[in-house]
T-cell receptor, first 113, second 113 residues
Framework: DQQVKQNSPSLSVQEGRISILNCDYTNSMFDYFLWYKKYPAEGPTFLISISSIKDKNEDGRFTVFLNKSAKHLSLHIVPSQPGDSAVYFCAASYTGTASKLTFGTGTRLQVTL | DSGVTQTPKHLITATGQRVTLRCSPRSGDLSVYWYQQSLDQGLQFLIQYYNGEERAKGNILERFSAQQFPDLHSELNLSSLELGDSALYFC????????????FGQGTRLTVV
């Protein structure tokens, strides 16, 4: 049972444009959501997070939006840069469960020149 | 550099063998998590330790075990290895056991031949 889903395995965006990565979840108990970026041969790197009490969190070029009613979150990268090319994982957890993260399968973002 | 150190980076071993993967968490982090990433899959949670005690268990096989030592480093033991155990094994650490971002090591790539 895939509780966190990233339905787009890949995405290609031109440099300077907006990248939108999507994530859906099924477990309504999730109350904390994170995005990780992963380069080849490296571990995932924390990017940005959002608590379920918010619907938006912004950090520089990265903004995460949370729609609890739709059980959907998205990561916006504006403007996209070639260095953003990586695999992006959505993850979720909920308090009271020792905070283990449930990951999606990832979306490979390619930012082209 | 996330501050989480995993050794070895690569490991090649034969079926039926036993290996030990080691993880040193970031200084001050009490929680250690182990994740498995098989080819083209998301990260699957295996097990979490918090200050030396097992805190949560995921889909960890009975052939796998882990422990966290008094100095907070952790080891993941994989025994009776099968071809399907070939994967990237990531360790992550976080400050406390509640919802928060976890910081990942670079992973150990295990190849079972």
């Amino acid at each position: 049972d895939q509780q966190v889903k990233q339905n787009s395995p890949s995405l290609s965006v031109q440099e300077g444009r907006i990248s939108i990565l999507n994530c859906d979840y099924t477990n309504s108990m999730f109350d904390y959501f994170l995005w990780y970026k992963k380069y080849p041969a490296e571990g995932p790197t924390f990017l940005i997070s959002i608590s379920s009490i918010k619907d938006k969190n912004e950090d520089g070029r990265f903004t995460v939006f949370l729609n609890k009613s739709a059980k959907h979150l998205s990561l916006h990268i504006v403007p996209s840069q070639p260095g953003d090319s990586a695999v992006y994982f959505c993850a979720a957890s909920y308090t009271g469960t020792a905070s283990k993260l449930t990951f999606g399968t990832g979306t490979r973002l390619q930012v082209t020149l | 550099d996330s501050g989480v150190t995993q050794t070895p980076k690569h490991l090649i071993t034969a079926t039926g063998q036993r290996v030990t993967l080691r993880c040193s968490p970031r200084s001050g982090d009490l929680s250690v998590y182990w994740y498995q990433q098989s080819l083209d899959q998301g990260l699957q949670f295996l097990i979490q330790y918090y200050n030396g005690e097992e805190r949560a268990k995921g889909n960890i096989l009975e052939r796998f075990s882990a422990q966290q030592f008094p100095d907070l480093h952790s080891e993941l033991n994989l025994s009776s290895l099968e071809l399907g155990d070939s994967a990237l094994y990531f360790c992550a650490s976080s400050v406390v056991g509640s919802s928060t971002e976890a910081f990942f090591g670079q992973g150990t790539r295990l190849t079972v031949v």
